[in-house]
């Protein structure tokens, strides 16, 4: 396929935009010199994806993205950031001095990455935008032939919310603690 | 190698026995006085006389076998030997150890047994009191026992043990004392010049064993008498050797020096070692070797009997002067052993050892009555004694005959000495009978002044002396009596119903002696020597009987040059210190120097070779070298880990970017190279 | 579409996020750049999804585990950055250098 044809496709320019706004988020996530706004850029990042997602007919995916990473996971990192009483304007500090080689590292993963996938996949089309993946699928797989690894993630999820409850308690104070247990 | 039994059948001729159980077991008197050294040393300090007990029971025992055989000599002749092989010397010499019973061996055994016995009991009672009783008894039957080993001995070998073993109990008893260091130095006296002979003993007795091939006597008593060439060839020079040997344990001039000063010794020591038994050794050997001094190397008996004659005389002279009545009977043993090894060498076998036999008995006897008089007055010295014979008369007595003895006027002492007299007129040696018979004279005199000087006039000093206990006195009564009538046994021409005589006993030998043996008394010769005895007598009582008021006094007899000289002992002590001295000053300079010098230079030099080669070792070699090796390695790798170790910085950033080079350059690698 | 461009997006998504990893002094954001790591391995995940049509829908199924546990995991992450403020009053990650040499 030569490049007229990709640029004359429709569907290929809304991938074009959507690509621009989520490279851009990205980009700005990581420059970022306001903690809150590189958050926020995180959240554009994600919403982008989502799309793109809708795009590749991953609905439910896209849905789930959504809801959980920028319902939960994005209002999570705020509170930390809260919590942590990060500097709220801008802060000069928030990214090191030394970027030469950590910006070659990334170009290089970046350049190695894309060389494995065109010189593998090449001209390899995804199918057009079409039905969505009906979520009845992605139930039966979840509950017939990935029933273990579910069975496992819940125990992740489990344990990361002991896990979190007990790490981010309050140590108490001897006396508190015999008022909590006596009680 | 002659064998035993060639040696028997020649005995044949001899016609003895073979003293059948006594002879073969007769080896026990040689090993009980060992038995009771050890049993001494081990209980005696228990016992009553310290230990004199097993000392005195075990020389009985051995008198009974010794008498014995004796009677049966008398009665037929013993001849037999016992021996057993122990090893081998070289390809040929044989090393044996045992016990020969002839003749000579058994009136020898009896005599130490007796004269031993009677001493040892006398010892009971002297020893009273004394200090390290139990080892005095010890060391005297070690002598005892070494004795035995060297009167029965049937080869040389065994005889230079023996002879080695008399001269070490000879050293622990003269020096007993040893508080005393001059009791010490008169110790090492003897056995110095002792060691000095006894290199003629040990070269002669390897000349002779190894020029027949055998050191058994038998052998060399054969050797002999049959003409062997082997053994004519070394004869002289053997003789010479032996002889040289002899003539320092018998005292004979010039090693006679140890004699006097041996008096050091507690007196039943000199009565039996220095009298009797010890100093008889070296004239038993020429008695032992005779037949080869008398069929072989008569060269040697010329030497012999100047060296004999010239003690005889000589150091008789000595005892004139001698004011310790001890050292007076010690030049009286020297002069006596000079007559009996004159009489040897001139061809009187049967007379030399006569007058051993009865010179044992009355020196004995003299010593002992010495002794006892020693202790009454608390001092060996003329000087401190006089009319003791109103105190001790049975002291006295006994001592009467024994000086009558060894003067020679009438008892045992006129018979043995008018043997040996009889043989040098028979040699037609005139010069050496003249001068024995002025010996006579001279021996009559001595004895008279010590006698007198002694027992007559009056006693000079403080209390009263008193007669010695029974145990002391009584042994001198039971010598007396063989001092007495011994010479019975050997008058010439007279042979004892059932017993024989002397010569007889004496002639019990495995081959000939061919000595001569008068058959009748030589009146003249006889006549003689008891005319030159009275004559002494008679000079002494003269001279030294008046009493005066102090001893010295009664002693001023005065012969000029002559006594002054014989004072000095004609300077032959001072000859030898100078000789030791001379030897011992440059020679000990020069192992002293060599010793510094060279020895320990070359020591030294080896020390300090080793120490730089230690020195290079550790410093270039460990120090340097291997450490170096090491605190380089150790240093590299510190260096390296401090270079390394920065990469642990703590920052977790630091490692994830470390991780994701290591990850893309493994993708890089596994992707596009392999 | 091409796969490629969804794969070469999500290269250089990747790229930010190793980035901002090896960049980004707050923890939090360091937190932020692994987030943006998973997402790119999200659009990985379904683009093949897309291109394979595998009955099971599996790639769907993945992109839901990675996003489970991407959740789980800043939880934690956020619990741990809380007490390691509260010890340090810092969320400075330059000053976490304890484990060092």
């Known amino acids: 396929m030569t490049f007229i044809d990709w640029v004359s496709a429709p569907v290929n320019w809304v991938f074009a935009i959507l690509g621009a706004v989520v490279l851009f988020s990205g980009f700005r996530v990581v420059t970022s010199r306001n903690i809150i706004h590189a958050a926020l850029y995180l959240v554009g990042a994600l919403a982008g994806t989502a799309a793109l997602f809708l795009m590749l007919s991953a609905e439910f995916v896209a849905w789930v993205l959504v809801l959980v990473y920028i319902g939960a996971v994005i209002v999570l990192f705020l509170f930390g950031i809260m919590i942590t009483r990060a500097p709220t304007g801008l802060d000069e500090g928030l990214s090191s001095d030394q970027r030469v080689l950590p910006a070659l590292l990334a170009s290089g993963v970046f350049v190695m990455m894309s060389w494995a996938s065109i010189d593998a996949f090449g001209t390899q089309l995804v199918g057009s935008v079409g039905e969505p993946v009906p979520t009845e699928i992605i139930g039966d797989s979840l509950f017939g032939r990935f029933v273990i690894p579910f069975e496992v993630v819940s125990f992740v999820l489990l344990a990361a919310l002991i896990g979190g409850i007990t790490l981010a308690r309050r140590d108490l104070s001897p006396a508190e603690e015999e008022e909590r247990s006596a009680v | 190698m002659v064998e035993m039994s060639q040696l028997l059948f020649a005995a044949e001729e001899i016609h003895a026995g073979d003293g059948g159980w006594w002879a073969d077991t007769a080896g026990i008197m040689l090993v009980l006085p060992f038995v009771a050294f050890l049993l001494i040393l081990a209980f005696g300090k228990k016992l009553k006389y310290k230990g004199g007990e097993i000392a005195v029971a075990a020389l009985a025992i051995n008198l009974v076998w010794a008498t014995v055989l004796l009677l049966m000599n008398a009665n037929g002749g013993v001849l037999d030997q016992t021996t057993f092989e122990i090893g081998h010397i070289g390809s040929g010499l044989v090393f044996e150890l045992g016990w020969v019973v002839d003749g000579l061996s058994i009136l020898m055994f009896f005599l130490v047994n007796f004269v031993g016995l009677v001493v040892f009991v006398y010892a009971l009672g002297y020893m009273k009191d004394d200090v390290r009783v139990d080892w005095f008894f010890a060391a005297f039957s070690l002598f005892a026992g070494a004795m035995l080993v060297l009167v029965g001995a049937p080869n040389l070998i065994q005889l230079i043990i023996g002879w080695e073993g008399v001269g070490l109990a ?230 009467v005959v024994g ?52 027992f007559f006039g009056s006693y000079k000093g403080d209390g009263q002396p008193h007669e010695s206990p029974r145990i002391m006195t009584v042994p001198l009564v039971i010598l007396a009596v063989p001092a007495a009538v011994a010479g019975v046994l050997n008058i010439p021409g007279l042979s004892l119903p059932r017993l024989g005589n002397f010569t007889e006993w004496l002639a019990v030998r495995l081959v000939p002696m061919g000595d001569h043996h008068a058959e009748a008394i030589n009146l003249g010769l006889a006549a003689a020597g008891l005319a030159a005895a009275v004559l002494g007598v008679v000079i002494g ?94 240093a590299a790798a510190d260096g390296a880990g401090s270079v390394v170790r920065k990469w642990q910085s703590g920052r977790v950033q630091q490692y994830a970017a470390s991780f994701v080079a290591g990850a893309l350059i493994l993708v890089v690698l596994f992707v596009f190279v392999i | 579409m091409l796969l490629s461009q969804f794969l070469v997006l999500a290269a250089a998504l990747f790229a930010f996020g190793v980035y901002g990893l090896l960049v980004r002094r707050n923890i939090v954001l360091i937190l932020l750049s692994v987030e943006l790591m998973l997402n790119a391995v999200n659009i990985n995940l379904i683009a093949f999804e897309s291109v394979l049509a595998t009955p099971e829908a599996i790639g769907h199924v993945f992109a839901i585990f990675v996003i489970t546990v991407a959740a789980a995991e800043v939880g934690i992450g956020l619990a741990i950055v809380l007490m390691i403020f509260r010890n340090r009053k810092s969320a400075n990650v330059d000053d976490l250098n304890l484990m060092r040499w």
């Open chain 2, 403 to 454: 000086a009558l003895a060894l003067s020679g006027i009438g008892l045992s002492g006129f018979w043995s000495k008018d043997e040996i007299l009889a043989t040098m007129g028979e040699q037609g040696l005139t010069v050496v009978l003249w001068i024995s018979i002025a010996g006579a004279f001279v021996t009559a005199f001595y004895m008279g002044r010590a006698t007198f000087l002694t």
């Open chain 2, 541 to 634: 009582w003269l001279i030294y009987y008046p009493d005066k008021d102090t001893q010295l006094q009664r002693d001023s007899f005065e012969i000029p040059v002559l006594f002054p000289l014989l004072r000095k002992k004609y300077y032959i002590d001072d000859l030898a210190l100078g000789i030791v001295a001379l030897i011992k000053g440059p020679l000990a300079r020069l192992v002293d120097w060599t010793s510094t010098y060279v020895i320990d230079g070359l020591v030294n030099g080896v020390a300090g070779l080793v120490k730089g080669f230690g020195v290079f070792v550790y410093d270039t070699l460990d120090q340097r070298g291997v450490d170096g090796v090491f605190n380089g390695l150790s």
């Open chain 2, 170 to 399: 000879s050293y622990l008893l003269i020096g007993f004392y040893w508080e005393d260091l001059d009791n010490v130095r008169a110790g090492n006296k003897a056995f110095l010049t002792n060691k000095v002979a006894d290199v003629g003993l040990i070269l002669g007795a390897i000349l002779v064993g190894v020029s027949i091939g055998s050191w058994d006597f038998g052998a060399i008593d054969f050797a002999a008498f049959e003409g062997a060439p082997e053994l004519a060839a070394v004869a002289t020079v053997g003789g010479l050797l032996l002889f040289f040997g002899a003539m320092g344990k018998s005292a004979q001039f010039p090693f006679h020096i140890w004699l006097p000063d041996a008096m050091a010794g507690p007196t039943p020591v000199s009565a039996l070692m220095h009298a009797a038994t010890m100093v008889t050794a070296g004239i038993y050997l020429m008695a032992r070797m005779f037949p080869l001094f008398e069929y072989m190397a008569q060269n040697v008996r010329i030497v012999m009997i100047v060296i004999g004659t010239v003690t005889l005389f000589g150091v008789g002279l000595l005892a004139i002067v001698a004011d310790d009545i001890k050292k007076v009977l010690a030049y009286s043993t020297v002069s006596q052993l000079g007559y009996m090894m004159t009489a040897i060498a001139a061809g009187g076998y049967t007379a030399g050892m006569f007058h051993l036999f009865t010179h044992a008995s009355f020196k004995a006897l003299l010593f002992l009555g010495a002794g006892s008089v020693i202790h009454a007055v608390h001092s060996n010295n003329m000087s401190d004694m006089g009319g003791l014979r109103k105190f001790m008369p049975t002291t006295f007595w006994t001592w």
